[in-house]
Each structure stands twice: as C-alpha cells, then as structure tokens.
C-alpha cells in the first residue's frame, strides 16, 4: 500500500524558492512513477512535473520548465520538487501521486495521492 505526504509548502515572496518533498509511508515508494500536480483556487488540477521510478527519465509542465525541477533519492526513498523563481500565479495546494507503467501528464491516470501542501507566493 502506497501512502504519500507532502511537506515543505509555505508562504514565499515573488522571485523566491521553495523545496517539496514527498514520502511514502509504505515504503513501497521506489517502484512507482510519481508525479507532481497543482490545484489552485477555482482551477482544475493541474499536472507540473513527474519522475520516472528509476529517476532517470523526468516531465516537465510549459508553464514552470525553466523554473521547476523533480527528483527522487532512491536511497532515502524521497521525491523532491525545486521550485525557484516562484511566481503569484504559482499559488495553490502541490500534490504528489503514484502510479505504475510509466510518467504521465495525466491526473486520472495516478492510482494514489498525498493530501496535498499548500504554496502561497505573495509580497
């Protein structure tokens, strides 16, 4: 069973940068696809970046590449987003998820969800 949780989201100003982590309290963690999703204030979720479970291949949204990088330890069983250059329209709850059979963009196709972490950008 796969048992994600987010930590790291916060408040921060335009221009600043903030690091997620999600782990898995399953510890089943290391032979899935995990990817990262946002949902921001009457917004659908949208997908921002996933790594495969090998951490060798990654999938970068348009709207953050440049800015946003994913990474996984595998020895420590963690995946990681690098949020630099973090804009106001950056703001909403950043979720991880899991899936088998390779990364997708798409959040139907993740079969297990952290409860989500909240990112606020604001001066």
């Known amino acids: 069973q796969v048992h994600l949780v987010e930590s790291g989201g916060g408040l921060v100003q335009p221009g600043g940068s903030l690091r997620l982590s999600c782990a898995d309290s399953g510890r089943t963690f290391r032979s899935y696809d995990v990817g990262w999703f946002r949902q921001g204030p009457g917004k659908d979720r949208e997908f921002v970046a996933a790594i495969d479970w090998t951490g060798t291949r990654t999938r970068i949204s348009d709207s953050v590449e440049g800015r946003f990088t994913t990474s996984r330890d595998l020895i420590k069983n963690l995946m990681y987003l690098q949020m630099d250059s973090l804009k106001p329209e950056d703001t909403a709850v950043y979720y991880c998820?899991?899936?088998?059979?390779?990364?997708?963009?798409?959040?139907?196709?993740?079969?297990?969800w952290g409860q989500g972490t909240q990112v606020t950008v604001t001066s």
């Open positions: 998820a899991a899936r088998t059979g390779g990364i997708s963009g798409y959040p139907d196709e993740y079969h297990y």
